[in-house]
């Protein structure tokens, strides 16, 4: 029996699902939410520019382009700064917050963000009642953890911190810190016992890159919803694919995308920018296409911005005469 998925959110991906890839793949696909990339929060009060330059989407009230909300994630160990930039950014139009307590980088969690969190439930429930208590009630209070550091012991009295400091959902990623992203550490058993557990709703994330898996994983979680984020980078319509089971894009289309993404303008881009990203856009890509191995080879040694740009449009002009033919 096919199961509705109630909500497919965008997940947060640092250094990879930025503005300029919230504003191409939320116009192709139909996500009910995003998350931006984290804010780190040390102990001061942000300036405005932090959270324009990281959600860019808050100077069109909140929402991307294309219409889809934009809720801001927070990094930090420091309830009382945590309280007052979460605050901000509800002023400055964020639909909600969400705290980050599962980044796996070890750069983040050597500075007690992130997962490093996971292994002290109490500031997590410090952390996140500070937020909760800073924020409108109307708005509503997110977290995203990961089932623990190193074991998932203490998955539940982490969920439960979360819950009983007031949060309103929470995104489970279902792997340990030290699992990392390896696809057969994935344990959706561990967020379905969450979500028996708890009274609130609990979205799942993890290993969900298809219509299948996004099947099986609401089968066994009976979560209240998705999110997906290295699955939406290797199929670019796959909010699409999981909402109504249709065919992902083909690889005319993810041409047309890439052609789009590498013309989008950055006033901030030293020039490495469109160079980086198409690279890395196109390591996630040949998961789902076989074609996006071909052009990483024509591109990979390639330095500049315009030699880039030039093999994508022959790429896009190939593609488009061999289909006439």
């Known amino acids: 029996m096919i199961k509705s998925i109630p909500r497919i959110m965008l997940a947060p991906m640092q250094g990879v699902l930025d503005p300029f890839m919230r504003k ?38 909140g929402l991307t382009d294309s219409g889809t909300p934009i809720r801001v994630q927070l990094l930090g160990q420091y309830p009382q700064w945590l309280a007052e930039n979460a605050q901000l950014a509800i002023e400055l139009g964020s639909y909600g917050i969400d705290f980050n307590c599962g980044c796996p980088s070890k750069t983040v969690n050597g500075s007690h963000g992130g997962a490093a969190l996971l292994k002290d439930p109490e500031l997590i429930y410090c952390a996140t009642k500070a937020i909760r208590e800073a924020v409108p009630k109307a708005q509503p209070v997110s977290v995203k953890m990961r089932l623990g550091w190193d074991c998932a012991s203490q998955c539940f009295e982490i969920a439960d911190a979360i819950q009983q400091a007031g949060a309103d959902e929470i995104t489970v990623h279902g792997r340990t810190k030290q699992d990392g992203y390896r696809a057969e550490r994935i344990n959706w058993q561990a967020i379905g016992q969450i979500q028996q557990r708890l009274n609130i709703p609990v979205i799942a994330n993890g290993e969900i890159l298809d219509f299948n898996s996004a099947q099986k994983c609401r089968e066994i979680t009976a979560c209240c919803g998705l999110m997906i984020g290295r699955g939406a980078l290797n199929t670019p319509n796959l909010s699409k694919v999981i909402k109504y089971n249709v065919a992902k894009m083909a690889w005319s289309e993810v041409l047309q995308l890439l052609y789009e993404y590498v013309n989008m303008p950055n006033e901030r881009d030293s020039g490495f920018y469109h160079v980086a990203r198409i690279k890395q856009w196109l390591h996630y890509l040949d998961k789902a296409y076989p074609e996006a191995v071909d052009l990483f080879q024509i591109v990979k040694t390639e330095h500049s911005y315009d030699g880039v740009k030039a093999h994508i449009e022959k790429a896009v002009g190939r593609n488009e005469k061999t289909n006439f033919q």
């Open 24 to 61: 191409l793949l939320t116009a192709y696909n139909d996500y009910d939410l995003c998350v931006s990339e984290f804010v780190r929060v040390v102990d001061q009060r942000l300036p405005k520019k932090t959270f324009y330059r990281l959600a860019p989407e808050l100077l069109q009230g």
